[in-house]
Structures are given as structure tokens and as C-alpha cells.
């Protein structure tokens, strides 16, 4: 068992670029989060996926921000036109069905 | 909606002694309840968790027991050791929506000195 794997670990980018980060869940699990991060806060649901379906997308998630789970494996976050308020970490979870979420390492983005 | 009150931190305690850290929730129905755990540089880790009222959840001397009555899911260790300085997440599952992603509190920091 690999666990969750996302890249990159760490993303700096200069404001209005776009980037692209990678989840890689464990094999088995048809449940995949994205969650986000900042400093001294708990994480914040941003949407999941079971399978290759997005079922649920948080306010948090701007018209900025696309995911996609193409063939209900990997998982890609897209943010357009960074801003620097989306400095944060990004986290990946995956999970089978509804039971524990096992988290990713995260991606941590810094926009300046 | 759905949300969770947690014990605010820094905690600070000598090694061996005893910890709690508290935390309730809100919520209609019957979230299941996680404590996940980051050690300094790390990932989320799952502690513990309780999946229906009543449970006890434990995981490395830590135990934590689901209280319907007090939607509450507090925290307990009887002998902290420097390791576990930590910061440390009580999480409901939502019952909204895709009743399954995280509602997470803002953290409480344990630290254990020698």
C-alpha cells in the first residue's frame, strides 16, 4: 500500500499564471477529496469525486478552480489566474465509500 | 450547518501527564467522528474514530468516545509522551450534501515537554 501521493509537494508561481496539481489515491478507494489549508487553520472541503463523478463542489470553489478525475483514478486541481490569496496547501484524500479518509502529503502553493 | 467547536491551544503539558482535549459538533443526524493528527512537517494522519454513539474509538493510548447526547468526541491520553506534541483535529463527517467529506476544527498544538 503507496498511500496517497500528490505533486508537486511544493508550487511558487507569480500571480495570474495557472497551475496544476496531481493526487494519486490508494488504488481501491472510489472516494477522492481535495481539501485546503492555511496557516493555522483546519483543512476546508473544496469537492470530491466518487469515481470519475465530481458529486459535490464547496462555495470555497471559485469559477477559478476545475477538478477532474478522468477514469476514476488520478485526480487534477486547476487553479486559472492565481491570486494570492489562494497561498495555501491542497490537500488529497481518498477513501472507500464513506469510511476514513486517508490524506495525501498536500501541495503547498505560494503565489507572488 | 453542519460545524465543530474545538479546545483552543497551545496546550502545554510534562511528559506523563494526563490530556484532554475537547471537542463538540453540530449536527441533525449521526456523523461519523475522526481525531486526525499532524506531526510537525507531516500529513494528516488518522488517529482514531467512532462511527455510531457510544463507541469508543482508540489508537496508540489515545481513546476518545462518542457522546450523542453531548455531541461531544473528546480527546484523552493518560500519559502524554514528548512524541505526540503534535497538533491535533477533531473531524465530523458532513451529513449534508455528499455526507462523507470532513468538517474540521481549527486544531489544537500539544506540546510535551521533558
Known amino acids: 500500500d503507496t498511500g496517497v501521493s500528490q505533486d508537486p509537494r511544493h508550487k511558487i508561481t507569480k500571480r495570474g499564471q495557472n497551475v496544476t496539481f496531481r493526487c494519486d489515491p490508494i488504488?481501491?478507494?472510489?472516494?477522492l477529496y481535495w481539501y485546503r489549508q492555511t496557516l493555522g487553520q483546519g483543512p476546508e472541503f473544496l469537492t470530491y469525486?466518487?469515481?470519475?463523478?465530481?458529486?459535490?463542489k464547496s462555495r470555497l470553489l471559485s469559477d477559478r478552480f476545475s477538478a477532474e478525475r478522468p477514469k476514476g483514478s488520478f485526480s487534477t486541481l486547476e487553479i486559472q489566474r492565481t491570486e494570492q490569496g489562494d497561498s495555501a496547501m491542497y490537500l488529497c484524500?481518498?477513501?472507500?465509500?464513506?469510511?476514513?479518509?486517508?490524506f495525501g502529503p498536500g501541495t503547498r502553493l505560494t503565489v507572488t | 450547518g453542519d460545524s465543530v467547536t474545538q479546545m483552543e491551544g497551545p496546550v502545554t503539558l510534562s511528559e506523563e501527564a494526563f490530556l484532554t482535549i475537547n471537542c463538540t459538533y453540530t449536527?441533525?443526524?449521526?456523523?461519523?467522528l475522526f481525531w486526525y493528527v499532524q506531526y510537525p512537517g507531516e500529513g494528516l494522519q488518522l488517529l482514531l474514530k467512532?462511527?455510531?454513539?457510544?463507541d469508543k474509538g482508540s489508537n496508540k493510548g489515545f481513546e476518545a468516545t462518542y457522546r450523542k447526547e453531548t455531541t461531544s468526541f473528546h480527546l484523552e491520553k493518560g500519559s502524554v509522551q514528548v512524541s505526540d506534541s503534535a497538533v491535533y483535529f477533531c473531524?465530523?463527517?458532513?451529513?449534508?450534501?455528499?455526507?462523507?467529506?470532513?468538517?474540521f476544527g481549527k486544531g489544537t498544538k500539544l506540546s510535551v515537554k521533558p
Open positions: 484524500a481518498s477513501s472507500l465509500q464513506a469510511y476514513e479518509q486517508y
Open positions: 488504488s481501491e478507494h472510489n472516494r
Open positions: 469525486f466518487q469515481n470519475e463523478a465530481q458529486l459535490e
Open positions: 449536527a441533525t443526524g449521526y456523523p461519523s
Open positions: 467512532a462511527t455510531k454513539a457510544d
Open positions: 473531524a465530523p463527517t458532513s451529513l449534508g450534501g455528499s455526507q462523507g467529506n470532513l468538517i
